[in-house]
Structure formats: C-alpha cells, structure tokens
C-alpha cells in the first residue's frame, strides 16, 4: 500500500473544495433540528388529510426523518476519507471496468427517488483504487439530492482527480419515479447518461470497448 502523496491529497482537496452546487453554494444554511423536521412531517401528514396522532402514523415522522438521513447521507463523505488508504500503485494499464453498480438516490426537483446501474471504466496510468471503493463512490455521489447529469459526471471527476488516469468513462442507466409516478406518467421511460475523458474521449476504438461491455445490459 503506498500512501497518497502531497500532491495527490491536494488534489482531492481541491476536488471537494469547489463550491457544493448541491449544498446551497457555501450559503450558510440554518439546519433544523430533527424535531423540528419531525414536526414538519406531522404537518405534511395533516395537509394530506391524515390525522398525525393515528397509531399507525404516530412514529412515522420520526422514521421518515432517519430515513431520509440515510438517503442523504453523501453529504457527509467526501472524496479523500473516502479513498484513503485504497489508491495503489501499480503497472496495470489495461481497462478496468466495474459494471452493474446499484444505486438509488432522489431526485433534487421532486425528492423523489431515481435508480439503476452506473457503469464505470477507467484505464489505470500508475495508479489504481481498491475495486470496491468504486461502488462507494457512487453511493456517496447518489445519496445527496441529485439530477442523474451531474451525478454522472460528479463520479467521473472524482476518479480522475484521484488516479488521474488515461481515462474515465462512465454510463448511467436511471428510472425516475417523478416520471413514472407523476407527470408524464411514462412506464417504461429510462433515462442514459454517461460521461467520457481522456482516452475513451480521444480514441473511438476504446470508447466502443466500453460501451460494447456495458451493452447487453437487461432493462431496469
Ligand atoms: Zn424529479
């Protein structure tokens, strides 16, 4: 295990500093308490009609607030705890393609939730990070209110900030429930986004390696 060095834990540093688009652009932000929150539901439970001191709903507050805790918890990670201690040093150079990674996040327009599978390669130039790290990043990035695009290309960045490879590609498959349940009402809609860099951007022939060991993929 070779630790980071300097310049590389700077880097990440600089990666985490940029102002926090989702959280409020560095605006200091007065955070409720969780009681107050709790009350919050009681009163979301009565605008819907409900009576908040039916037994069945009289603990719900409370559960949706943890709950909702959970979902939001990539706010409280970053990028280089994350990492830490599981970027090695090695001559790989061939791609290195993690498929078929779950994710479930909520969507920052409707706090409804999106889902699905991010597919994400990078080609190594020295450096490589601990094969499960990667799922864990995408967790970080999807438990933060988030629209799919710039969860997409979040993931992609913070890869090539921390292994600074030869290249990044990243694909996103995601259902919205804003869509299937709401709105439009489209059943069978998904939603594809991906990301590209370095290599996967400048050669075709590596970029459709990836996309043709992605394809394949069942529907959602
Ligand atoms: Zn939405």
Redesign the pocket.
């Known amino acids: 295990m070779t630790p980071l060095t300097d310049i590389e834990r700077l880097s990440l540093q600089a990666l985490e500093a940029r102002p926090p688009r989702e959280a409020g652009l560095g605006r200091e932000i007065h955070r409720p308490s969780q009681e107050a929150l709790e009350d919050n539901y009681r009163n979301i439970l009565a605008f819907v009609g409900e009576d908040p001191n039916r037994e069945g709903l009289l603990r719900t507050p409370h559960r949706v607030a943890e709950s909702l805790k959970f979902l939001t918890s990539g706010y409280g990670q970053n990028v280089e705890t994350l990492l830490n201690g599981a970027i090695f040093h090695e001559d790989y150079d061939d791609m290195v393609v993690v498929k078929d990674i779950e994710f479930y996040s909520l ?6 939730p ?1 889902f699905g599978k991010a597919h994400v390669a990078y080609i190594p130039k020295g450096k490589i990070v601990g094969l499960s790290k990667i799922p864990r990043l995408v967790d970080m990035f999807a438990r933060r209110l988030q629209v799919q695009e710039r969860m997409t290309t979040q993931i992609a960045e913070a890869l090539e900030t921390a292994l600074q490879p030869k290249g990044v590609a990243i694909v996103v498959e995601g259902v ?4 299937r349940m709401r709105g439009v009402e489209k059943q069978e809609s998904s939603m594809v986004t991906s990301h590209v860099m370095g290599t996967f951007r400048t050669d075709r022939a590596t970029r459709q390696e990836f996309m043709a060991l992605v394809k394949g993929n069942g529907r959602i």
């Open positions: 969507c920052e327009h409707h706090m409804l999106f919205h429930m804003c869509m």
